[in-house]
């Protein structure tokens, strides 16, 4: 796959993540947050809980869900604290980093609490 159809499949996936969430009654804070140390794709909340959700897009789920390494899950914490830093009303908040893994023609599938920083 190209680079531009790399980039598209990600953007649709990140869509259609944020939209599952908030079919769960979550509210999206950010989209693409981007921070010196790193990027989050979505950061949503619901109540206490704020989520930093990574969304993986591959041919199959599973292949979504290992495609999630130790160095991404450090940099994802980083951009997480980051965000919470500068963002001081969330400071009471409960954290979870969860995983929405996206394959063509299947429902997403949102892993919950993938790991913990």
């Not at 796959?1 to 079919?23: D, I, K, N």
Request: charged content about 25%.
């Amino acid at each position: 796959m190209s680079r531009r159809r790399h980039e598209r499949a990600g953007r649709l996936a990140e869509t259609l993540a944020a939209w599952v969430l908030r079919l769960e009654g979550y509210r999206i804070l950010a989209r693409r947050y981007a921070t010196p140390v790193g990027e989050i794709d979505l950061v949503a909340r619901r109540g206490d809980l704020v989520l930093f959700v990574e969304v993986k897009h591959r041919p199959r789920a599973a292949l979504a869900i290992e495609a999630l390494l130790p160095q991404q899950q450090r940099r994802i914490a980083r951009a997480a604290a980051w965000f919470l830093q500068h963002r001081p009303s969330l400071a009471g908040c409960a954290v979870r980093f969860d995983l929405i893994a996206t394959a063509p023609w299947r429902l997403p599938r949102h892993v919950v609490d993938v790991w913990r920083a």
